[in-house]
């Protein structure tokens, strides 16, 4: 398997993987049948891996871009966010921080709600 035949589709994974958000059996039929470019399962993952692919981020990322795009805000700046070299939608981008930050609570803020 040589590393010049991956680079040649490098462009095309990774837009089918990141932007079109498919999954790689749906990459890995596409491209063999339309590139007759025929790897295994395995060997996707091992390559996206290589190139630092991920389709998600953790926790700690989108607690760190929702800072971002708060600070960004204090300053009267609007904030598009790319994510492993993909644009994330607004619709993602607060479904994600929404999911992954945490809304603070009475407790947070020493309040313990018995008077």
């Known amino acids: 398997m040589a590393s010049d035949d ?3 589709h490098k ?11 498919q999954t790689l059996h749906q990459i890995v039929s596409y491209m063999k ?8 399962l395995a060997q ?10 991920k389709k998600n981020a953790g926790k700690d990322i989108w607690n760190y871009v929702a800072h ?3 600070r960004r805000k204090q300053k009267g700046k609007r904030s598009k966010v790319m994510l492993y070299g993909a644009p994330v939608p607004e619709d993602r981008l607060r479904k994600e921080i929404q999911r992954y930050t945490n809304i603070p609570t009475a ?9």
Do not use: C, P, T
């Open 6 to 8: 991956w680079e040649q």
């Open 107 to 115: 407790a947070d803020f020493g309040v313990n709600g018995k008077d």
């Open 33 to 40: 049948d339309q590139h007759n470019f025929n790897r295994s």
């Open 68 to 70: 971002r795009i708060e």
């Open 44 to 53: 996707y993952e091992y390559r996206l891996g290589k190139w630092g692919i």
């Open 11 to 21: 462009s095309r994974i990774v837009f089918m993987y990141l932007i079109e958000r």
